[in-house]
């Protein structure tokens, strides 16, 4: 029988923590890595992806109907992560195609981590202090540079958490003891009751939570629900002066609208670690602003993450092509799909 093929498409750092071919190894299956421009039409990519069975894949490219119909041996589709906007589940499950995604457990807390570290690093103004030392403006006694590295604390700010899933819950937990003066947080999906337990106040609002933070952090997923979230309307309902981190999704803020705010000071700064679109093009204008930190969507960017998310997707995958059932399956009605059957029988 011809050897099970597994691609690992978009997925860059996979296998660089821990052998993935060891996984592998028992079970006869064959790994390839591969990359496909976000770009590329559906045709184009098809044709680099058309002898898989299973894809462990990147946040690009999107996973639909245009893709599927052209793939008639892929099984299933396994996000390397959590949010799984790039993978249609209609599409999928229409075309006999298994979608998957990892338990957030294996990246919450460094995609948690890294957003306090962007809160701080905005408040404390870190790369422009490191570019301040390198380019010798200290040595020059550049008064005016040393200025503007002046910071502000945590404690005097109202941080606003919009979505309070398992990353936003891990960020509530580890901004307490840094004690900001109020945490507000705002989603709909979660009571009152809940937040008050957490020691935060519920905003019953996007805008009143918009109106009253000093520091916004969005850890909601990208859905058609949060799509363009922050158009310049939110944006005129934010504080002067406040600063927005993103770690979640690029298409949860409208990129016009941010570029507005950032010029026009109602933020004082940003830091996104996921942009609309991705790769961020070299002559963008959001890569001109000093008052933007960027980060190439390494939220879940640890070595120990980074190691469980290769072993828990491949392991997903091997379940798959054994037949047995996925663990961590979005579109459980497809194992019905005389589709899927045709193909594997979970
Ligand atoms: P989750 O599903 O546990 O939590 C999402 C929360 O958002 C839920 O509580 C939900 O009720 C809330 N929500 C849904 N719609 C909302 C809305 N309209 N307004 C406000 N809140 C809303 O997801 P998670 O594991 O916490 O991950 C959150 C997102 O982070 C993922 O969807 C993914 O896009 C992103 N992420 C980014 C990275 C990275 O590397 N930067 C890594 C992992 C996840």
């Not at 905005?122 to 301040?132: E, F, K, N, T, V």
């Not at 109106?211 to 979230?229: F, V």
Request: aromatic share 6%; charged share 30%.
């Amino acid at each position: 029988m011809e050897a099970a093929r597994i691609g690992v498409v978009n997925v860059p750092l996979f296998g660089e923590f821990r052998d993935p071919s060891e996984l592998v190894r028992s079970s006869g299956a064959e790994l390839i890595k591969l990359s496909i421009d976000p770009r590329e039409e559906p045709e184009e990519a098809a044709g680099k992806l058309a002898d898989l069975d299973v894809v462990i894949a990147g946040s690009t490219p999107i996973y639909d109907r245009r893709l599927f119909a052209r793939l008639p041996r892929l099984k299933a589709v396994i996000r390397w992560g959590v949010g799984y906007d790039n993978v249609v589940l209609e599409d999928a499950t229409r075309e006999g195609v298994i979608a998957s995604r990892l338990p957030a457990y294996v990246l919450r807390d460094s995609v948690a981590e890294h957003t306090i570290a962007l809160i701080l690093s905005l408040l404390r103004r870190i790369p422009a202090a490191d570019s301040y030392v390198r380019e010798g403006r200290w040595e020059e006694g550049d008064v005016e540079g040393l200025r503007e590295l002046v910071g502000e604390r945590i404690e005097e700010k109202i941080v606003g958490i919009i979505g309070l899933g398992n990353i936003g819950l891990r960020v509530l937990e580890l901004l307490k003891p840094l004690k900001p003066r109020r945490i507000i947080v705002y989603d709909p999906y979660v009571s009152g009751e809940v937040v008050r337990a957490l020691g935060a106040d519920r905003a019953g609002s996007l805008e009143e939570l918009l109106a009253l933070s000093d520091i916004i952090t969005i850890h909601a997923p990208l859905t058609p629900e949060t799509r363009r979230m922050l158009d310049r309307r939110a944006f005129e309902k934010m504080k002067p002066g406040a600063y927005l981190v993103n770690t979640a999704r690029g298409g949860i803020i409208d990129p016009d609208a941010l570029l507005w705010a950032l010029e026009s000071g109602i933020l004082k700064a940003a830091a996104l670690d996921v942009f609309d679109p991705e790769p961020i093009p070299a002559d963008h204008p959001i890569l001109r602003r000093g008052n933007v930190i960027l980060t190439p969507h390494i939220g879940s960017g640890t070595i120990s993450s980074y190691k469980r998310m290769d072993e828990y997707s491949i392991q997903e995958a091997l379940r798959i092509l054994r037949g047995e059932k996925p663990l961590w399956i979005l579109n459980p009605e497809v194992l019905e799909s005389p589709r899927l059957r045709a193909k594997i029988r979970v």
